[in-house]
T-cell receptor, first 115, second 113 residues
């Protein structure tokens, strides 16, 4: 079984530019999550999709962040325009529909650097 | 006060030692307690989870939860160099539809051969 795949693994962009991160969850996993780790801080929840619907987006920092999940398959997280404080590692995770919220499988993350 | 406190270490032990990792938390609503292991440049990998209080054992790993003290622990017996990683505690409440995990900062462990 393929794991959770994230693209790109690294991205360096200038302040003000746009970046789109992609996550391919494990096939058949209805739940998809985005988390972020800013340097020196804990991993923090951003949002949760159930299929193509946003179940909880309470962790999204501001309206510069836009997450989508096309057809309930892969998901994208767009940051526009990027700011210096957006630098960090963005993790995607997925879990089965029956999961109670702890059976996550995480991807390796996208390391975003805004300069 | 942070919801979850975890000493970031680093922690260095000789091979074969017993390792004790722990977290404290402040949110009484947390009911699910997890330990994740993260190798460098990889995502967190679920090691163990426990619901409510009690102990759980899996091979060389034992997880303990003391809800009265709001304190959780992970013990690693006969530690191996391959156990060298960052260990993250994570918690969530039991509310319907609640899927958010709250993480500690992680403790970096090195097991020296």
């Amino acid at each position: 079984e393929a794991g959770v795949t994230q693209f790109p693994s690294h991205s360096v962009i200038e302040k003000g530019q746009t970046v789109t991160l992609r996550c391919d969850p494990i096939s058949g996993h209805d739940n998809l999550y985005w988390y972020r780790r800013v340097m020196g801080k804990e991993i923090k929840f951003l949002l949760h999709f159930v299929k193509e619907s946003k179940q909880d987006e309470s962790g999204m920092p501001n309206n510069r962040f836009l997450a989508e999940r096309t057809g309930g398959t892969y998901s994208t997280l767009k940051v526009q325009p990027a700011e210096l404080e957006d630098s960090g590692v963005y993790f995607c995770a997925s879990s089965q529909a029956t999961d109670r919220g702890y059976g996550y499988t995480f991807g390796s993350g996208t390391r975003l650097t805004v300069v | 006060q942070k919801e979850v406190e975890q000493d970031p270490g680093p922690l260095s032990v000789p091979e074969g030692a017993i390792v004790s990792l722990n977290c404290t938390y402040s949110n009484s609503a947390f009911q699910y307690f997890m330990w994740y292991r993260q190798y460098s440049r990889k995502g967190p990998e679920l090691l163990m989870y426990t619901y409510s209080s009690g102990n759980k054992e899996d091979g060389r790993f034992t997880a303990q939860v003391d809800k009265s003290s709001k304190y959780i622990s992970l013990f690693i017996r006969d530690s191996q160099p391959s156990d060298s990683a960052t260990y993250l505690c994570a918690m969530k409440n039991s509310g319907a539809g609640s899927y958010q995990l709250t993480f500690g900062k992680g403790t970096k462990l090195s097991v020296i051969p």
